[in-house]
């Protein structure tokens, strides 16, 4: 069997979907792994997937993601978000695989004032964040030379449930929409997102694109009211039906950060463009979303 160069783990995800497909226009071998695949909290059974399979790039997109559920459940969260990618670490580290780790912005406290900068200090609030900033920890230890961290935030796409999606099937069902206007973020389409993991594992393969962390998220920045807005724009709807609320209005387990706003810089040193504006990006996403439906759409409307 030809060894795959790319071991795809949460492919099932959105952001695993769209890499998978990004990877096969590229003409590139990879192959996808679910969590019925393959378990990556079980040490033994990734170090002997990947040693059976030899590829020369992971992306890990697998991830515990109920940052309300961690906060009673931080033990479970940190098998899947801390511990596993300890796991994935080791196995690339033995075969000699370069590991892409993806990441959030929760590692951050969320009270900035400016962009967090990849160099920024991470100061987590939720046990979420927690159990993501152990696994950053424990790949970038483990791989100094070939572990990537790619930080993201505010996901969307075509293959889940997302906020996007949410806003397109509620703004059918109800006359107005109360979305919240002081959480600060950078909106990011899962399409984009892959397109630049691929081009940054295929820079690091090349021996161009430096070990460590990025941010990958749109470029400018809104609120959740915002983006509740561009959609009823995109859906030829009026935006004015969309009201502005706070966070206090909807109280969660796990505190939302008030300003998730992460700056780009790194990808220069890896010859690789940042991702465009959050607004752009979400008129090339429209059609997609729009022609999924709401099968997999959440009620809530917030992260």
């Given amino acids: 069997m030809v060894s795959p160069t790319w071991l795809v783990t949460g492919a099932h995800g959105m952001l695993g979907q769209d890499l998978l497909r990004r990877l096969a226009a590229a003409g590139d071998e990879a192959v ?6 393959l378990d990556i909290t079980r040490r033994a059974a990734v170090r002997t997937a990947i040693a059976r399979l030899r590829p020369a790039v992971v992306v890990n997109c697998a991830a515990w993601t109920d940052v309300d559920g961690a906060e009673s459940h931080e033990a479970e969260a940190h098998a899947v978000n801390g511990a596993a990618p300890h796991h994935l670490a080791v196995a690339c580290r033995e075969s000699g695989a370069l590991l892409l780790h993806i990441s959030s912005d929760y590692v951050f406290s969320g009270d900035g004032e400016r962009p967090y900068t990849e160099t920024d200090r ?25 572990g990537y961290v790619v930080r993201t935030a505010w996901l969307y796409g075509a293959g889940g449930g997302n906020f996007v999606r949410t806003v397109i099937a509620l703004e ?37 694109a430096p070990p460590g ?15 509740a807005r561009e959609v009823f724009r995109h859906l030829g709807a009026d935006p004015d039906r969309v009201r502005p609320t706070t966070t206090l209005a909807f109280p969660r387990p796990a505190p939302r950060p008030a300003y998730s706003v992460l700056a780009h810089g790194r990808w220069r040193t890896a010859g690789v463009p940042p991702i465009r504006d959050w607004r752009s990006a979400l008129t090339a996403a429209f059609p997609a979303l729009r022609a999924a439906g709401d099968h997999h759409a959440p009620v809530r409307l917030r992260r």
């Fill in 122 to 146: 991470p100061a987590p609030r939720t046990a979420y964040g927690r159990t993501k900033l152990a696994g950053e920890r424990a790949v970038l230890a483990t791989l100094p030379d070939t």
């Fill in 172 to 208: 059918a069902r109800e006359e107005t929409l109360d979305i919240v206007d002081d959480q600060r973020g950078q909106a990011t389409w899962t399409a984009d997102l892959a397109d630049r993991l691929v081009r940054l594992g295929t820079s690091a393969l090349a021996g161009t």
């Fill in 32 to 37: 996808g792994a679910g969590r019925d695949d």
């Fill in 213 to 227: 962390v990025y941010h990958g998220t749109s470029a400018g920045e809104g609120t959740w009211y915002d983006l």
